[in-house]
């Protein structure tokens, strides 16, 4: 029983969550930054698609990629 209780304690103290990778992908938004209306699509490492390089570096987002976020099909 003691094994068992153990071994639950170390899977839930070991448990990643999303909030975890969201904390490394993004900082604080900046409240006075102004972009260009350029459309230049980046992906943020939070899977959001900006406009641009700036519009995402305003929203917070610490690391992107050039191109649109892939669309996820249902």
């Known amino acids: 029983m003691k094994i068992i209780i153990i071994f639950l304690a170390l899977f839930v103290s070991c448990k ?18 102004m972009c260009t209306m350029q459309y230049d699509p980046v992906c943020g490492c939070d899977k959001k698609t900006y406009s641009n390089a700036c ?3 305003c929203a917070g ?3 992107w990629t050039k191109g649109e976020c ?3 099909k249902n």
């Open 16 to 33: 990643c969550t999303k909030t975890d990778v969201a904390k490394d992908c993004k900082g604080a938004e900046k409240k006075d930054c």
């Open 55 to 57: 519009v995402a570096g």
């Open 61 to 63: 987002v610490k690391t």
């Open 70 to 72: 892939p669309t996820v």
